[in-house]
């Protein structure tokens, strides 16, 4: 919960605007990003997405597997 006392992960996200936001890996192919959008009409509210590929996380395997 935010110090404002509203719960963000419970905030609807539609129509947020998402702009990618890439740095580091810059030797290789894959560089990192993260696509981020302020929340509509809330202030200082951001919603954050990871942009890898879903078959790449798939190929990686699940937190706490190998």
């Given at each position: 919960?935010?110090?404002?006392?509203?719960?963000?992960?419970?905030?609807?996200?539609e129509?947020?605007?998402?702009?990618?936001?890439?740095?580091?890996?810059?030797?290789?192919?894959?560089?990192?990003?993260?696509?981020?959008a302020?929340?509509?009409?809330?202030?200082?509210?951001?919603?954050?997405?990871?942009?890898?590929?879903?078959?790449?996380?798939?190929?990686?395997?699940?937190?706490?597997?190998?």
């Open positions: 919960m935010s110090k404002s006392g509203i719960n963000l992960y419970e905030l609807p996200i129509g947020a605007a998402f702009e990618r936001q890439c740095g580091g890996n810059l030797t290789s192919e894959d560089e990192s990003c993260v696509d981020l302020a929340i509509p009409g809330v202030a200082d509210g951001f919603v954050l997405r990871d942009t890898k590929d879903e078959v790449w996380a798939v190929n990686c395997g699940s937190p706490g597997t190998s």
